[in-house]
């Protein structure tokens, strides 16, 4: 299994894509803070006009003129009113949601190869089980019809035999489909064809209680910490959109060289400019206040998320608890249970070569004992798999947890990568000072609903539906829907009353 593991963690195409995802999301942050870092250009300009002009001698002239300029130029923000240290904030928190969304999919995928792998060692046990049982019935046959020869048995004991054999051999065709299918899948998860498969050894890092296994869940589970950074990155945008209400101010600087009258070279003269912007919001037309409450309304869902999150982590969790436990007991009567259909055959077996048990209780016994080798190999899949499960929602199943000879792919390296490639002289000024100026990202609860009284009920004001079932579907017998002009009101029925009047829809003839 550890052998399986590394190569999905390696070579598995959909983990790939969420790495590529991750490294396009770190560009956020590189992007965001661009307002730190100076721009600069050349610019090159090359003019030529010509005009005719009547003199005052009454005759056109052309006039001509020509000019060529060449400058360099840069332009930096000195104060930003911190937008650009809220926008940094917001993205570093989604890139840090991101790298959660990636060790969720690597949970998630070498889930996959865990339940693939016990998945394609049950199949492959409940297919040799059911062909010791083919073998059985064959034989069986074979002794009820040497037996119906010598007067013991009758046909009808051999048609039961061979009704069984058939089932059976049904259930053998259907389980070599299914292990074939489990195989398939096990190739697309991991990359290669499972091979001889050892058996699984014991899954590290369980917990050892249901509420410890909360309690992890809660400081580990990747989805949980997803929703968490999420609404951290909201927050960080509250506070970029209140920063639109504060003062902007720029510097620009331009030097060359140029000629206002030809393009020889001996005519360039030094040219300079430079300019300060200092921009000061007023009246923004409530476009900002705007955008501030539609940030704040998004927090505020982030939030009820992160609690949904946390419920649905914790459902999944118990499930997951129950499912291993469940299997367990399965395992264990299952166990015993083929431990006693395996005496009990022997002993009806005996019995029916005594004459004390019938054909058909010879029959039963094999069907019981087939049942109980079926059981006992899915409840040590389930037991199994549902490990994997829990640890995969506890965000323990990492390829370094499993085997620690994986090399583990960085997450952080390609951000940090990227920023050292970053030429920003100012940055380390500017950014302390564009921090100061960021606005609270606090925000005021969401609104309650108010708590009913006594809730009840409405009564019903029509009885359940009776009668026979619907056989008749109103095909084309109702009219589209016609939605309000405008306003945010919608019409009181969406659906418009069918007009029996309506000519039904002639359908073109065919011509054979």
């Known amino acids: ?103 969720q999919a690597e949970n998630e995928i070498l889930l996959e190869v865990v339940d693939s792998y016990v998945s394609v060692r049950r199949d492959q046990e409940i297919v040799r089980i059911q062909e010791r049982s083919v073998q059985s019935y064959e034989r069986w046959v074979e002794q009820a019809v040497a037996r119906e020869r010598g007067g013991d048995l009758t046909r009808t004991d051999i048609a039961q035999a061979q009704a069984q054999l058939e089932i059976v051999r049904t259930q053998l065709a259907s389980g070599r489909a299914r292990l074939q299918q489990g195989r398939a899948r096990f190739a697309s998860v991991v990359g290669r064809d499972p091979g001889v498969l050892d058996p699984e050894p014991a899954l590290p890092g369980m917990p050892l209680s249901l509420d410890y296994a909360y309690r992890v869940a809660e400081t580990e589970s990747p989805i949980l910490w997803q929703a968490i950074l999420s609404e951290r990155a909201a927050g960080a945008q509250v506070a970029r959109e209140r920063a639109e209400r504060n003062p902007v101010l720029s510097v620009s600087a331009n030097a060359g060289v140029g000629s206002p009258v030809s393009y020889a070279t001996r005519d360039f003269g030094r040219l300079f400019s430079g300019q300060a912007t200092l921009s000061v919001p007023l009246l923004t037309a409530g476009v900002v206040d705007s955008r501030v409450r539609a940030a704040i309304a998004i927090r505020q869902q982030q939030q009820f998320l992160v ?25 264990i009567a299952g166990e015993s249970g083929v431990r006693a259909a395996e005496q009990a055959i022997i002993g009806v077996r005996r019995g029916f070569q005594e004459g004390f048990r019938s054909n058909f209780e010879v029959l039963d016994s094999e069907q019981r004992l087939l049942n109980a080798q079926v059981i006992v190999a899915t409840a040590r899949y389930d037991r199994y798999a549902g490990q994997a499960v829990l640890l995969a929602f506890l965000g323990r199943l990492e390829a370094a947890a499993i085997d620690q000879a994986v090399a583990v792919y960085d997450a952080e390296e390609n951000l940090q990568r990227r920023r050292s490639r970053q030429f920003g002289p100012f940055q380390v000024v500017l950014k302390p000072i564009d921090q100061i100026q960021v606005p609270s990202s606090r925000i005021r609860p969401a609104p309650d609903v108010a708590a009913a009284p006594n809730p009840t009920i409405a009564p019903a004001a029509t009885p359940a539906p009776e009668g026979p079932l619907g056989t008749s579907f109103p095909v084309g017998s109702t009219r589209p829907v016609t939605l309000p002009a405008s306003g945010l009101t919608p019409p009181a029925a969406w659906t418009a009353p069918v007009n029996d009047a309506v000519p039904p829809v002639q359908q073109p003839a065919v011509t054979r």
């Open 307 to 331: 609690e949904a999150t946390r419920r649905d982590i914790n459902v999944q969790v118990q499930s997951a608890w129950n499912r291993s436990l469940t299997a367990r007991d399965q395992l």
């Open 1 to 103: 299994m550890g052998q399986a593991i590394a190569d999905a963690y390696r070579n598995n195409p959909r983990l790939e894509a969420q790495r590529a995802q991750l490294r396009a999301t770190d560009e956020q942050v590189i992007q965001a803070a661009s307002p730190y870092r100076l721009n600069a250009g050349v610019v090159a300009q090359l003019d030529y006009a010509s005009q005719q002009q009547r003199n005052i001698f009454g005759d056109f002239a052309t006039l001509k003129s020509r000019s060529l300029n060449a400058s360099i130029g840069a332009s930096q923000i000195i104060s930003n009113g911190g937008r650009t240290a809220a926008q940094v904030s917001a993205a570093e928190a989604t890139v840090l949601a991101g790298r959660e969304q990636l060790r």
